[in-house]
């Protein structure tokens, strides 16, 4: 028989498991993957295929990922408030809060906080929720992309084309 993975002949075929795919294969070849059992080299999984469903939400990943999104279409988009620095610092101004009580409560060091309330940073999203959540404030926004205004005009623009007829 032909090993599915070098294409050997080989009198010897066994059936291994190989990132989540069945393969028949040589003894050589076994040893990149687990047996049904669950033997062999790699001892990381239980060594069984894939689940249906498992398989199936790959295949819906993978086909989001790969879908064509239209660029000319408006969106929307979530961005950090302008301001982000006087919100932050009137809430926690409103709490009684000092920089360093609020460093400590959502684990940073205070001179982070007083980069953000001074605005020579910017959060990280991770920061942005944990301030969110400390604060009860809300830091993001929904912004809508604008197309870009056609820059052509048909009366406007004069082609070579143009330049020919006038002569």
Do not use: W
């Not at 190989?18 to 080299?41: D, I, M, N, Y």
């Not at 993978?62 to 950090?80: A, G, H, N, Q």
């Amino acid at each position: 028989m032909i090993c599915e993975m070098c294409g050997k002949e080989s009198d010897y075929i066994r059936t291994i498991f190989l990132e989540g795919a069945q393969l028949k294969v040589c003894k050589e070849c076994s040893r990149f993957g687990e047996g049904p059992e669950g033997k062999g080299p790699s001892k990381k999984g239980k060594g069984v295929a894939p689940s249906r469903a498992v398989v199936e939400e790959r295949l819906q990943a993978r086909e989001r990922r790969m879908r064509s999104r239209d660029v000319f279409k408006e969106e929307t988009v979530i961005d950090l408030v302008p301001d982000y620095n006087k919100v932050i610092r009137e809430a926690r101004m409103a709490r009684n809060l000092k920089q360093d009580e609020l460093a400590s409560k959502v684990n940073e060091k205070s001179s982070v906080i007083a980069q953000l309330e001074n605005g020579s940073m910017r959060p990280s999203d991770q920061m942005i929720k944990k301030l969110e959540k400390e604060l009860n404030i809300k830091l993001t926004e929904k912004v809508a992309l604008v197309k870009p205004a056609s820059t052509k005009s048909s009366r406007d623009v004069l082609t070579l084309g143009d330049l020919i007829k006038k002569k």
